[in-house]
Each structure stands twice: as C-alpha cells, then as structure tokens.
C-alpha cells in the first residue's frame, strides 16, 4: 500500500517568513495529493490540491509543488500570520482513499 | 448548509460496551469515510463506503463494523470497546473517486 512520509514535524517561524512543509509518496501510481489544515478542536480543512498532470499550484499565499520523478510535494506558505499555526498534513490517492502524512505543527509567532 | 455533521461529539464508554457513532452529510456525496486519530499518527482509514449499500475495510479496520444503509449517513459501530480504541474519531465525504473530502469536527471517545 501506500506509504507517506512528512517533514518536520514541528516548524516554528516569525510572521512575515516563508514555511514548506515536504513530503515524499510510495506508490508510483498515486496521481491525487491534498493538503489539509487542521485547527485545534475542528476537523481538518482542505486547503489547496494538486494532481500528477500539473507540477506547480498556487492560491494567494499557498503553492505546492509536484515532482512525480523522485515522487515527492511540498507546501509552501510564504508572508505567515499568526493565523497560519496549525497543524498540516498531506495526503496521497492512487485510488478510492487517502494515506496521509503523520502531520506538520507550525507554529507562527508575531 | 450544515456540510458533515457527527454525533455525539465526546463519550466515555467502559471496556465492553458498544456503541455506534453517526455521520451524516447534506451535499449528496456518494464516498464517506471513517478515520481515527491518534496523537503522532496522522489520520488513519478504519473503512469507506462508495455509495448507499456499499462498504469496505481501510487501513485499520479491526474491532469496528459500519453500514450505509442511506446514501446521507454512515455509522461506524464498536461492539465490543477497548481502551486501544480511545481516540478522536472523524468523518468524511467527497464526491467521488480523487476528490475533495470534507470532514466533521470529530468524536472524543475515552474508554475506560
């Protein structure tokens, strides 16, 4: 089966700084890769996604990139608020369900 | 619109008893999941469903059974509680194959 690996698991910044968060995949055929943000107490929340037929995705302040030949992606979040802390995990699908990283605290102080 | 909404939010149950937890999703989607998560462990697949009728074993399904009897609910049922089963217990639904899941807030079960 599938298996994902994270780094780190913790990250602490400055506002204003930039994160990435990277993670590396198994399963070659894995073509679905979702980042979540997950708040203390909620569910986790989807963020931004990127599939195996595009190698670079960017919302506002959040990107990730995909690089199928050494089979790994990364989130970059750059000018981080405060509002950013959380936990981050990524995730891969080669078919009906999610493996996902074991997550990323970040931590960002003003 | 409510999105996925899970019932209860917290229980503490004693070794043995059952119980069935309940997950329930207004926006039509066929695929519903059932995760634990356990503290350094990510989230991980306990089964899934693709549509009314239909269910299948995830990563961790050991010591739980679900049914999908309605295509808006899904139940995740222990029948027999352990304290290896404390954890925090989420919900899932996406449209389809490879698409975006969409989570509830969770069950905080501790049992004793």
């Known amino acids: 089966g599938e298996n994902v690996e994270q780094h780190p698991s913790t990250l602490s910044v400055q506002e204003g700084d930039s994160a990435v968060i990277k993670c590396t995949y198994s399963?070659?055929?894995?073509?679905?890769f979702p980042w979540y943000k997950q708040e203390l107490g909620k569910g986790p929340q989807l963020i931004i996604d990127?599939?195996?037929?595009?190698g670079e995705k960017k919302d506002q302040r959040i990107a990730v990139t995909l690089n199928k030949t050494a089979k790994h992606f990364s989130l970059h979040i750059t000018e981080t608020q405060p509002e950013d802390s959380a936990v981050y995990f990524c995730a891969a699908s080669s078919d009906s369900t999610l493996t996902f990283g074991k997550g990323t605290m970040l931590l960002v102080s003003p | 619109n409510a999105g996925v909404t899970q019932t209860p939010k917290f229980r503490v149950l004693k070794t043995g008893q059952s119980m069935t937890l309940l997950c329930a999703q207004d926006m039509n989607h066929e695929y519903m999941y059932w995760y634990r998560q356990d503290p350094g462990m990510g989230l991980r697949l306990i089964h899934y469903?693709?549509?009314?009728?239909?269910?299948a074993k995830g990563e961790v399904p050991d010591g739980y059974n679900v049914s999908r009897l309605k295509k808006q609910n899904f139940l995740l049922g222990l029948e027999s509680a352990a304290p290896s089963q404390t954890s925090v217990y989420f919900c899932?639904?996406?449209?389809?194959?490879?698409?975006?899941?969409?989570f509830g807030d969770g069950t905080r079960l501790s049992i004793l």
């Open positions: 990127i599939r195996s037929n595009v």
């Open positions: 469903s693709v549509g009314e009728g239909t269910t």
């Open positions: 899932a639904s996406s449209y389809g194959r490879n698409q975006p899941q969409h």
């Open positions: 399963d070659s055929a894995s073509n679905y």
